[in-house]
């Protein structure tokens, strides 16, 4: 455990003793180090805790931290463990896991204040952590064990750095992520909306919303046709045998929109494409020649997400996936994944996103969660390394993120606010080609099992456009917005060259609105910067007399006296370059 987290562990404790000073009777689960603090699980019974509480709280761990002098700890028998927890069913259930593990039990003292805890904390805390480097946060609700069967306790977050600056500037950006929740983003742009008719994690997209869509889908698909994909298309339902056959219907079973028919039938509303896929391929016998088969397609899947998940864009029960499965032999799979790859660089750099690679591979601890042999996973697993060394990627591993096919390589972009976000996916399958029995005839006559190689550029057009709205702050770049230039005439003597202008632009297939309307300059001007337009034409006599046109450049400050022409010729290469 790093020092920094040793003090968020640390911190965890000390929170659970400010709250017994006012909830004596509250009962105390489990309090673990996070990424930017810590939590603790408790269950206040009756009492109703809430963000008021926190500033109580916070009070009493400054001044219960002076007198943390030094951690103590004692190794116990399960017996004495259950005398000093009596009454508190949480620790008692923790206890006869650990004893059943046969692992020691421990329990650690500091301030006076005894936990059960398995140790990692700061050795001198009042020296250590400074009164100032942390704050308690919000208040959240969590079921125990994260199980929805099981009570539901209270959450409470805290913040800890190792300065107040660190502090600060978490908090800064908090405040900026605020302004910038894709869910305000998408109102104020008029991009995406929600119906209570239509139902919650159901997103409608507007005709702004719309084409923003499409051209985040045209650009991955401009850089997927030259790496040889052919466009298929599938239906939103299946046979259950289809599933069955791909090990989805046991593994997703709780994921599934299921439908019956008149006639008794069993059928699922997709939640992925790959087992539909696999069955364009096996309509008939392939060659080593016809090798690698590419197929990509953008479409919806439907996944029943619980209520309590779904959020903004982030969590949906209507999933748009640009995906695409290549089938190809193992000698073409590190050339197949080096194309990927280099689609993926150049859609994520043209919106200026760092990026680094999680190789997330199986938990070995609970093979029942995936599909295939310790053999097979190895081989796959091995591969990957392999691939990200030789691409020499800024990597780390991961093991229990994997899929339950197979292992992938996730790339984790990070935004202009620094924070970290899980974008496109490369996942290498050797499982589906098996339970499909997908094979080629090699040169020598002879079928050959393939592999199958998955991968969603944007990972979800919702997603994706979250993360995206909020790392532009809704400044979306010059290609991708629906609205590129707002022309606003000075006075109605300027509507006609407006309109000249507009048709201009227009032709040069450049989208141009013009408002003419009776609101002051003032106001027009306001209204096209508030809506983060990225050209405002304003135009008057200077303008119209020289046939020229005056900009405001929403990221590159004012362009006077520019000809039309010159004006359209740098607008098109900016979107062609999509700079």
């Known amino acids: 455990m790093n020092p920094l987290e040793a003090k968020r562990h640390t911190l965890a404790h000390l929170l659970a003793q400010a709250v017994l000073e006012s909830y004596p009777e509250a009962k105390l689960t489990l309090g673990p180090a996070i990424d930017t603090g810590f939590y603790y699980d408790i269950d206040f019974g009756d009492q109703k805790v809430s963000d008021a509480d926190l500033v109580t709280f916070e009070k009493a761990m400054r001044k219960r931290l002076g007198e943390w002098k030094e951690f103590t700890h004692e190794e116990v028998s399960a017996e004495k463990a259950r005398e000093v927890f009596k009454g508190n069913p949480y620790k008692l259930e923790l206890i006869e896991e650990i004893s059943g593990r046969g692992e020691p039990i421990t329990l650690y003292t500091c301030g006076g204040f005894t936990d059960l805890c398995r140790g990692g904390h700061t050795a001198h805390p009042a020296e250590d952590i400074a009164p100032d480097s942390f704050a308690l946060?919000?208040?959240?609700?969590?079921?125990?064990?994260?199980?929805?069967?099981?009570?539901?306790?209270?959450?409470?977050?805290?913040?800890?750095?190792?300065?107040?600056?660190?502090?600060?500037?978490?908090?800064?950006?908090?405040?900026?992520?605020?302004?910038?929740?894709?869910?305000?983003?998408?109102?104020?742009?008029?991009?995406?909306?929600?119906?209570?008719?239509?139902?919650?994690?159901?997103?409608?997209?507007?005709?702004?919303?719309?084409?923003?869509?499409?051209?985040?889908?045209?650009?991955?698909?401009?850089?997927?046709?030259?790496?040889?994909?052919?466009?298929?298309?599938?239906?939103?339902?299946?046979?259950?045998?289809?599933?069955?056959?791909?090990?989805?219907?046991?593994?997703f079973a709780d994921e599934l929109f299921r439908i019956e028919t008149r006639e008794d039938k069993e059928y699922a509303v997709k939640p992925m494409n790959c087992p539909h896929h696999t069955q364009i391929f096996d309509r008939h016998p392939h060659s080593y020649r016809e090798m690698p088969q590419r197929y990509a397609e953008t479409t919806m899947v439907y996944r029943d997400e619980q209520s309590g998940e779904l959020g903004g864009l982030t969590r949906v029960l209507s999933i748009t996936q640009d995906d695409s499965h290549v089938f190809c032999r193992h000698i073409q799979v590190k050339e197949e994944f080096f194309k990927i790859w280099d689609i993926i660089d150049t859609f994520y750099g043209a919106f200026g996103f760092r990026l680094r690679v999680r190789l997330s591979f199986h938990d070995p601890a609970a093979p029942e969660r995936y599909l295939g042999t310790p053999e097979i996973w190895a081989n796959a697993e091995n591969a990957l390394r392999e691939i990200a060394s030789e691409r020499g990627a800024d990597h780390f591993e991961a093991p229990g993120e994997a899929?339950?096919?197979?292992?992938?390589?996730?790339?984790?972009?990070?935004?202009?606010?620094?924070?970290?976000?899980?974008?496109?996916?490369?996942?290498?399958?050797?499982?589906?080609?098996?339970?499909?029995?997908?094979?080629?005839?090699?040169?020598?006559?002879?079928?050959?099992?393939?592999?199958?190689?998955?991968?969603?550029?944007?990972?979800?057009?919702?997603?994706?456009?979250?993360?995206?709205?909020?790392?532009?702050?809704?400044?979306?770049?010059?290609?991708?917005?629906?609205?590129?230039?707002?022309?606003?005439?000075?006075?109605?003597?300027?509507?006609?060259?407006?309109?000249?202008?507009?048709?201009?632009?227009?032709?040069?297939g450049i989208r141009t609105e013009i408002d003419a309307s009776n609101d002051s300059l003032g106001k027009r001007i306001r209204e096209a910067k508030r809506q983060k337009l990225p050209y405002v034409l304003v135009l008057g006599n200077a303008e119209m007399d020289a046939k020229t046109v005056t900009a405001e450049s929403r990221d590159h400050g004012k362009l006077e006296g520019l000809p039309l022409d010159e004006f359209s010729t740098r607008l098109t290469k900016e979107i062609v370059e999509h700079l």
């Not at 974008?423 to 393939?450: H, S, W, Y």
């Open 137 to 251: 946060d919000r208040v959240a609700g969590a079921y125990w064990r994260g199980d929805e069967t099981k009570p539901m306790l209270t959450r409470i977050y805290g913040l800890a750095f190792d300065t107040k600056e660190e502090l600060d500037a978490l908090t800064a950006q908090r405040e900026e992520a605020k302004k910038r929740d894709h869910r305000l983003l998408g109102k104020e742009l008029d991009l995406f909306t929600f119906s209570e008719l239509v139902g919650p994690g159901l997103p409608l997209w507007t005709p702004k919303g719309a084409l923003m869509r499409h051209l985040l889908d045209a650009f991955v698909w401009q850089l997927r046709e030259r790496h040889g994909y052919a466009r298929v298309t599938i239906p939103h339902l299946t046979k259950r045998a289809l599933y069955e056959t791909s090990g989805h219907w046991e593994k």
């Open 403 to 508: 899929a339950m096919y197979g292992p992938k390589l996730d790339f984790m972009a990070t935004d202009s606010l620094g924070r970290e976000h899980q974008v496109a996916t490369i996942q290498l399958d050797m499982n589906l080609p098996e339970r499909f029995d997908l094979t080629c005839v090699n040169e020598k006559g002879e079928k050959e099992r393939i592999v199958m190689i998955h991968c969603a550029i944007m990972g979800s057009i919702e997603r994706f456009s979250a993360v995206m709205l909020e790392h532009t702050g809704g400044n979306l770049p010059l290609w991708l917005s629906p609205e590129q230039v707002r022309i606003v005439p000075i006075a109605e003597a300027h509507h006609a060259y407006g309109k000249e202008v507009a048709a201009k632009l227009q032709e040069a």
